[in-house]
């Protein structure tokens, strides 16, 4: 994939974020919402390489995996709004979004709660034979779970063919990582005989080409490898956080190294048109436009459905006997 198909994609991801970041602030959106500005070429560089056959797991910052591996936007958008035409059928809202025939196994509002997830969905691949990569996003909070240190012994022992990426945002939640770690992340990775590259999160080329090189060794049967990339979120940990961990003047620096800049810059200093990028930021917002009026538009859950969905219907018999 090209830069300039990158571009389309955090392109895409950055405006999605934006207007559900106004469409809550004015109560249309219920519930909760962490958004992606910032870290957008974490999703783009890494999931460009997404397959079908393979799978994702998610955190609760999920909007932007979940459009780069082609989660329908107006399923998507009615999802975030609770109605019955969402993904989930309203019942997910924004930190569980789940979409089976995308392989996306859900975002997750526990953090690290998608790490056991992918390592059986590597383990499953394993198990039948089939080929396809686990993506495993998570954030730098996740790094003080005991479920990421099993995570990462299992896959290795058992070399599975699961992709860990850490999106290190700098702050787990409120908390900065300097102030809650004391190990370095590839020394972490290195105990698990793991292998381990880092990319700048504002570079998605960079990012794009670590994860190439990482995909090459899982896909060949040579069991997990580790990716963490630099970011930072522009926004507060969640719409509303009065963000007092950190200071104005620190998000001002960071925001001079915004990615969709840098790839734009790069686009037009190789040569394409400014006109070319200003069409393709104009196909990327009647798409928005329809799913904002799609979701607006549809009908909320029945309450009768308060109670479905709860089980796996049917369960079926035990193959094993009486159970």
């Known amino acids: 994939m090209g830069l300039l198909d990158l571009y389309r994609l955090m392109y895409r991801i950055r405006r999605f974020e934006e207007r559900v970041e106004r469409l809550f602030l004015t109560g249309k959106i219920p519930g909760f919402v962490h958004l992606y500005i910032g870290q957008e070429a974490v999703a783009a560089g890494v999931l460009a390489h997404y397959r079908p056959g393979d799978y994702l797991t998610s955190t609760h910052r999920g909007h932007g995996h979940a459009l780069a591996v082609g989660v329908e936007p107006k399923a998507m958008m009615a999802e975030l709004f609770g109605r019955k035409t969402g993904i989930c ?8 979004l789940f979409d089976a025939d995308r392989g996306m196994l859900g975002a997750n509002g526990i953090v690290a ?124 940990h969640y719409v509303g956080d009065p963000e007092r961990y950190r200071s104005r003047q620190e998000v001002e620096e ?31 917002e009647e798409p928005l436009e329809e799913a904002v009026a799609f979701a607006e538009r549809s009908p909320w859950p029945d309450p009768e459905e308060a109670l479905t969905d709860l089980f796996a219907e049917p369960v079926g018999d035990y193959p094993w006997g009486e159970g």
């Open 113 to 236: 709660g998608g790490i056991p997830i992918a390592v059986g969905a590597g383990l499953g691949l394993r198990v039948l034979g089939r080929e396809g990569v686990v993506f495993c996003f998570f954030g730098d909070g996740a790094l003080g779970r005991g479920v990421l240190h099993e995570g990462l012994n299992l896959t290795a022992l058992w070399r599975l063919p699961v992709l860990f990426v850490l999106e290190n945002n700098r702050y787990a939640s409120t908390t900065g990582f300097a102030e809650s770690h004391a190990f370095r992340v590839p020394a972490l990775v290195a105990a698990y005989g793991v292998p381990y590259l880092e990319a700048d999160g504002t570079e998605v080329e960079e990012v794009y080409g670590a994860t190439a090189e990482l995909l090459s060794g899982i896909r060949m049967g040579r069991g997990p490898a580790f990716l963490e990339v630099h970011t930072y979120r522009f926004k507060g």
């Open 89 to 96: 059928r309203g019942k997910g809202g924004s930190m569980h």
């Open 254 to 284: 960071a925001r001079r190294r915004d990615p969709l800049a840098i790839a734009r810059g790069k686009l037009l200093a190789s040569g394409v048109a400014q006109k070319e990028l200003e069409d393709l930021e104009r196909e990327e």
